[in-house]
């Protein structure tokens, strides 16, 4: 993981970006491309989705980057954008959220690994969207509390509170979800099964 007081984008590439420079925005798309997806994806429950808002993103953040008044603050502008760009594909969404169209399972996953993805899954389906929004911004995207409070448009306190929310039914479903995995293994080492 990322340390979250380590650079995201270098003082040299935001500049060029905001300057115009194709280039640098380029490079900065590809190599951001598969986050900003994944957080759009984690917010919308749906991929077709999460591409069409990313793409939205990018384009926003490219018509807008003369309007960047603190560059050292590109990364919390940038994902304030991304989560505008993903509110508004959900208001145009004309279904339920479908978490399912996200990647369960990795290659070379163990099935208790794939347990906890699906109990995560079915989380953040269930929460409401500003605690999903949180637990995103802290989790997937390896924000600051007060970094992700900013691209939230929230105070520091909403922030903290939704975030720790989202925490405590999260942390209820996986040990839900581990309990019954418990009652389902009882008896599988017994001599018999063997």
Request: aromatic share 8%; with cysteine.
């Amino acid at each position: 993981m990322r340390d979250k007081s380590g650079p995201y984008i270098t003082s040299e590439a935001v500049s060029r970006i905001c300057s115009g420079d194709i280039t640098a925005y380029e490079e900065f798309v590809r190599e951001q491309w598969t986050a900003a997806v994944r957080t759009c994806c984690l917010i919308l429950g749906n991929l077709h989705d999460a591409e069409e808002a990313a793409q939205d993103a990018f384009v926003n953040l490219y018509k807008s980057r003369g309007q960047l008044r603190e560059p050292n603050k590109f990364r919390v502008w940038f994902y304030r954008i991304l989560l505008n760009a993903a509110h508004r594909r959900r208001r145009r969404q004309s279904k339920a959220l479908s978490v399912s169209d996200m990647e369960i399972l990795a290659p070379g996953d163990k099935i208790e690994q794939a347990d906890t993805r699906i109990a995560v899954r079915d989380v953040l389906h269930d929460i409401s969207k500003p605690e999903r929004i949180a637990l995103v911004l802290c989790y997937f995207c390896d924000l600051t509390d007060r970094e992700a409070s900013i691209a939230a448009g929230w105070p520091l306190g909403t922030y903290k509170w939704r975030l720790a929310r989202a925490r405590r039914q999260m942390a209820g479903r996986l040990k839900e979800s581990q309990a019954l995995q418990d009652e389902c293994c009882k008896g599988v080492n017994e001599p018999w099964m063997k």
